[in-house]
């Protein structure tokens, strides 16, 4: 080697990196997440809350049917029983009436035979 020679030096990126510092990944927890699967699951799981909902949905109309079909048969027994009592009302009314009407007759004749007593 010649004195003007400098000698040579190890460039700094050629140096041992376990010395140097390296930044911490705050993301390497989640190397693994594949958000194209991700978003395939959430999918799945909107469409199966979905078809389930419809599912009660349905069972609900179904109840609510059911339900609604013997509301009718109760009103229309409710009903019938209703113009059963009025028309029974209606009996007993004339009923009455005609034997008002009767004692009435009944008591003028009284009223009548004691004045052709007198």
Known sequence: MSKTETPKTENASSTNTASTPTPNNPFAQFASFDPTAAFA???QAFTKMVSEAHERAQQLAAEYATLEKQLMERAKLAI????????????????LSAQARQLGLEAVKK???AAERA
């Open 41 to 43: 699951a959430s999918q």
């Open 80 to 95: 019938d029983s209703w113009a059963k009592l009025a028309n029974d009302a209606l009996a007993y009314s004339a009923q």
């Open 111 to 113: 009223v009548g035979g």
